[in-house]
């Protein structure tokens, strides 16, 4: 069974959005994303922003890559239900470094922020339901 057939029988809940709303969504966040985290390493190479404001934004890079895998990939709902959590708590952490440095950047993260909350409750509550 193929990785979209898989999702496609997993029990969601109602208010679950349809499949295809996930890839634009993603391709606009992947942008924001793109542009921040090059923004952040510029400032880290240039030393006016500490290693320590850097790491949310790789740690959150590899969690964000990581769900992927773990959901699709291996199709564990507990492991991407943990990755979810651990994108959503460096984003948050990210969004907290770098605004003394750069508050448009952190702004810049308030759809991800949006959605990846919204995404956090729809994976828990699809590795709950399919339990």
Do not use: E, H, R
């Not at 890839?23 to 921040?36: D, E, H, K």
């Amino acid at each position: 069974m193929n990785s979209s057939n898989w999702y496609s029988q997993l029990i969601k809940p109602f208010w679950s959005p349809p499949s295809w709303l996930f890839g634009p969504v993603w391709t606009f966040l992947y942008v924001l994303i793109a542009i921040s985290f090059g923004k952040v390493v510029l400032l880290f190479i240039q030393k006016k922003v500490p290693f320590i404001v850097l790491l949310p934004f790789i740690l959150n890079i590899i969690f964000n890559l990581s769900f992927t895998y773990f959901q699709f990939g291996l199709k564990n709902n507990i492991l991407a239900a943990i990755d979810i959590i651990l994108v959503l708590g460096t984003l948050v952490w990210a969004i907290i470094v770098i605004y003394p440095y750069v508050q448009w950047v952190a702004y810049v993260q308030i759809p991800y922020l949006l959605w990846v909350s919204f995404a956090s409750v729809l994976q828990l509550s699809i590795t709950y339901l399919n339990k």
